[in-house]
């Protein structure tokens, strides 16, 4: 995959504009951190390579596009929920209706990333990527950060 989407939940207000813009209802949540009082967290799909949901869906409705995300297949989907049990961002939804939904990218060019004011949500070439993430905690800090490890 040639571009990656960040997420910097320290910029995030929980303003909210990044989930309105979002044409996937619940392809994307923030949700306020009830121990850092003004944080949120911003649960969206990072289209992992390789991604776990893809791997643990034993019925094919989860596979990667030509451009790297991670597309879900309704009409194959069970709501199992095997892929949200294995999603490290807790970023697979089971909607009030029974289906699942997630961030399939807006096909390359994601809506709540333009939405995003604040520069919470970036989507970058992955190059530039890997100089943000030098600055990140790892995923397994922030794992253990949210009481998940």
């Known amino acids: 995959m040639e571009y990656l989407l960040h997420v910097l939940t320290e910029k995030c207000t929980g303003c909210m504009d990044c989930v309105e813009a979002c044409p996937i209802e619940d392809g994307i949540r923030v949700i306020p951190l009830p121990i850092l009082q003004g944080r949120w967290d911003i649960a969206i799909c990072r289209h992992c390579n390789p991604a ?3 791997e643990v869906c034993e019925f094919g409705a989860l596979s990667v596009s030509g451009n790297g995300a991670v597309i879900l297949n309704q009409s194959l989907c069970t709501s199992c929920k095997a892929c949200t049990a294995v999603c490290p961002f807790g970023a697979v939804f089971l909607r009030p209706d029974g ?3 997630k961030c399939d990218l807006c ?3 994601p809506r709540c ?3 995003c004011e604040e520069g919470a ?3 970058e070439r992955v190059e530039r990527k ?3 993430m030098k600055e990140k905690p790892s995923v397994v800090e922030l794992l253990e950060f949210k009481g998940l490890r």
């Open 52 to 54: 776990p949901c893809v």
């Open 99 to 101: 289906t699942m939904a």
């Open 107 to 109: 096909s390359g060019s």
């Open 113 to 115: 990333v333009a939405a």
């Open 121 to 123: 949500l970036v989507y």
């Open 130 to 132: 890997r100089a943000l």
